[in-house]
């Protein structure tokens, strides 16, 4: 129900997605892991670090007005001496079901806020998002909503059209950027 949710009961692209999620899924997680329910003390039992970072979390109990989980991203936590790619994919996953959770996300998808404001150039790590994003675009049974970027920092008028190379045309449409300070009123 999952993947024919996620492509509006497309019956051919939920089995393809459906298809590709299964092969992936073991290549992140293992044969051993992989057929399990996705935990933290099982499926991420090596990747504690790697979830203690706070790149990607679920708010919980948070949604919008359509019921729509709420994910929060923060590229300046990337430290790529505390984790590996491997572990930050596993544990992006990971955060993506547990959005998934919700049968309003399922329905209406998710909102991923993105605050790259305290975010070093250094840390942008291009094979890992071409990684996420493909995982968003084609195997996950998620629908992106939207994708809010906020306060980006100087750079990220070069690295934005870099990522959304690396996107489809329906994720890059979801793309919206918020720029201003601190002050209020």
């Not at 992106?144 to 959304?164: D, G, N, T, Y």
Request: net charge positive.
């Amino acid at each position: 129900l999952l993947f024919l949710r996620c492509e509006v009961f497309n019956v051919d692209l939920a089995v393809k997605r459906y298809l590709k999620y299964w092969k992936t899924r073991v290549e992140v997680y293992g044969n051993e892991k992989a057929f399990r329910k996705l935990t933290v003390s099982d499926s991420l039992s090596e990747d504690n670090g790697t979830l203690s970072t706070g790149y990607i979390c679920l708010v919980e109990g948070a949604s919008d007005e359509k019921g729509r989980s709420i994910l929060l991203a923060d590229p300046s936590t990337q430290d790529r001496s505390k984790y590996s790619r491997e572990s930050m994919r596993r544990v992006f996953w990971y955060t993506m079901h547990c959005a998934l959770e919700s049968e309003n996300a399922q329905r209406h998808g998710v909102v991923i806020l993105v605050h790259p404001e305290h975010a070093k150039f250094g840390q942008f790590d291009r094979k890992l998002q071409k990684t996420l994003i493909g995982s968003l675009q084609a195997t996950l049974p998620v629908r992106v909503a939207a994708f809010h970027i906020c306060r980006p920092p100087v750079f990220a008028s070069i690295l934005l059209p870099i990522v959304k190379l690396l996107m489809s045309e329906r994720l890059r449409k979801r793309i919206n950027l918020h720029s201003g300070d601190n002050e209020i009123g």
